[in-house]
């Protein structure tokens, strides 16, 4: 008698269970399948949007990337000469802070280069291309800056770096006012700030040379 009487109570539990799974699997089905729908096409698209290198770029930005770095690359040779050539204690001081500045700076814009899926300056680009770089020295430039030594190599340098800093803040100003993606604005930025802050060091260094 007992056994017959828990029987059908079990059961009866189960179906109930089985009721409310079912009808929270109905839920989940009609209402929470939807927003779950409409959030993995729409919020989580946004946020990682948001959240990517790859987010929001231009081709400003693109452009920014792939001159800057040889731009960069080019400021740091100059730099490395200074350690052997310069004579003047501010100069290899100036040059070895500009090499720490902006061998970081070119390995993020490479990263953003890869995040993008552009290509590198290296490829598939115009050799002529840095030609149009504003501030770009010449192969004529490097080779009198290699073979200049003490207090020339030092004139050299500042005269060569103001126009090479100058270059780079025309380039960052131009990504700021042209870009949309928000790390290289604000890196364009900060290279406008502290090459602005050198070239008037430099040139208070041609001053006193």
Partial sequence: MFTNMRIPAATAAAGAVLALVAGCGGAGSG???????????????????????????????????????????????????????????EVKELAAKIKAAQDPEIQTMKGWLTAWGKPMPSEGMDHGMGHDMPGMMSEDDMKKLEAAKGGAFDR?????????????????????????????????????????????????????L
Avoid: C, W, Y
């Fill in 156 to 208: 050299q340098f500042a005269e060569l770096m103001i126009a090479h800093h100058n270059g780079a803040i025309e380039m960052a100003r131009t990504e700021q006012a042209q870009g949309s993606n928000a790390e290289a604005k604000e890196l364009a930025k900060t290279i406008e700030t502290a090459q602005q802050a050198e070239v008037a060091q430099l040139r208070e260094i041609l001053d006193r």
């Fill in 31 to 89: 209402s929470t399948g939807p927003d779950m729908a409409g959030m993995s096409s729409s919020a989580p698209a946004a946020t990682t949007a948001s959240a990517s290198p790859a987010a929001a770029f231009n081709d400003a930005d693109v452009m920014f990337a792939q001159m800057m770095i040889p731009h960069h690359q080019q400021a740091v040779e100059m730099a490395d000469l200074a350690g052997t050539r310069a004579a003047d204690k």
